[in-house]
């Protein structure tokens, strides 16, 4: 059996467990645990250890999705996360300008330990107050080649878009580095 | 007994804040990143402080505080060397050199200086042990916690804020390509000036801190300004070992590694 692995990323309440539970074929190994600190209760649970899903591709083949801690305290897990990953996906909650300079550092971080292709997601764009993709664009200082497109983490066809997306970039940077 | 801990659950901050409230005296000790701190308070008030190897004699710290010149401290120094701070005072101000406040101004910019520096310390490990003072020989001041706390809380925000802003020195930095952007334009402080001159792929931000003699937090202030107004960003190190990224494919052969690619792709597509 041969596997790959991605790597989901990003603040914490980005929406990473429920990206990966959108199209993982198993129940997403969830290493959830009630939020103590007052700060961080925008919701009630949030991932400790990280997430764990998986799309079977056909008999042989494997692909695994795993999600990073959100808190940063779990920030040591990222490096050994990111080991082997084909490429990682930066979430980035819309409708909290507040976390966009962590996720910029998450993706600094992640693009230091491995550079392999990446896209960013912004997430919630369904919600009212989410942010407008350009502003964000400008907010997270993306450069214009990078990949920035809109997620709603609980839609399948919408992670489907974000992780085809990914794909395409491996796809081509593959075929750059053949060229 | 002794107060003793890790800082990563008790902040310098909070140390600070128990010391002062509850008028605590004794010897603070934290070894942080390298080096080690000894503060002694009394009456919750800062009374002395040492860092690292640095003697803490008080022509050193009359030195190093510009009370007097370079030759004025070998001078000291060599003639000096079996008096004890006090005495050294004392025969400063009998002398006509220095008036006593000026020897308090001097300790008390010196040993709020090395608390200031704690602030940025987020390991180590601390002790707390009470009645034990400096030596006998040594001059005391008494200066007020309070604005100290409040000003490391700032710098810890601060100090928060650039660590997420740059999470690591390890990486570097190069010009944006922005046409128009014309650097000699800009007005840059002299610190800015020193940075920029390093800004290379080839250097990372600990070895630009390194030449420009710059502390952690003094770097990452002058790289985030940098990064502001979109005159650099950040890259990864040029020659620094790039992270192992393990095991990607299956498979070294390309051709095959693309076939996979193009497998998953089929799959996510019928999902």
Known sequence: MQTVKMVVTGPFNAGKTAFIRSVSEIDVVATERKISSEAEKVKETTTVAMDFGRITVDDDLVLYLFGTPGQKRFDFMWEILSEGMLGFIVMVDSTRPETFREARGILQTFRAYAPTPYVVAANKQDMPDAWDLEDMRVALRLDPKVKFMPCVAQKRDSVKTVLLELLYSILAEMEEGQS | ?271
């Open chain 2, 1 to 271: 007994m002794a107060l003793k801990g890790n800082l990563r659950d008790f902040t310098i901050t909070q140390l600070l804040n128990l010391i002062n409230m509850a008028q605590k005296s004794g010897l603070l000790v934290i070894e942080g990143p390298g080096e080690t701190a000894k503060i002694t308070f009394r009456q919750g008030k800062l009374a002395y402080a040492q860092l690292g190897q640095d003697d803490g004699s008080l022509a050193s710290i009359l030195h190093t505080t510009r009370k007097i010149s370079q030759s004025q401290y070998q001078l000291l120094r060599q003639r000096t060397s079996q008096m004890s701070d006090k005495e050294l005072g004392l025969l400063l101000i009998n002398a006509g050199y220095l008036s006593q406040d000026d020897i308090l101004s001097s300790l008390q910019v010196h040993f709020t200086e090395i608390v200031r520096r704690l602030f940025t310390w987020v390991e180590g490990f601390f002790k707390f042990e009470q009645d034990i003072y400096p030596p006998d020989g040594k001059i005391t001041v008494r200066v007020d916690l309070e604005n100290l706390i409040i000003e490391g809380s700032r710098q810890l925000r601060e100090w928060e804020q650039l660590q997420e802003e740059i999470p690591s020195l390890d990486m570097a930095m190069k010009f944006t390509e922005r046409p128009g952007t014309n650097l000699r334009s800009v007005n840059l402080s002299v610190e800015e000036w020193r940075v920029v001159s390093y800004v290379s792929p080839k250097n990372s931000i600990r070895m630009i801190a390194r030449a420009a003699k710059m502390n952690d937090l003094e770097i990452r202030r002058v790289i985030y300004s940098l990064l502001q107004a979109g005159l650099v960003e950040l890259v990864r190190a040029e020659g620094t070992p790039v992270a192992q990224p393990g095991r990607q494919f299956p498979t070294q052969n390309k051709d095959e590694q693309k076939s996979l690619v193009n497998k998953l792709i089929g799959r996510i597509r019928s999902l």
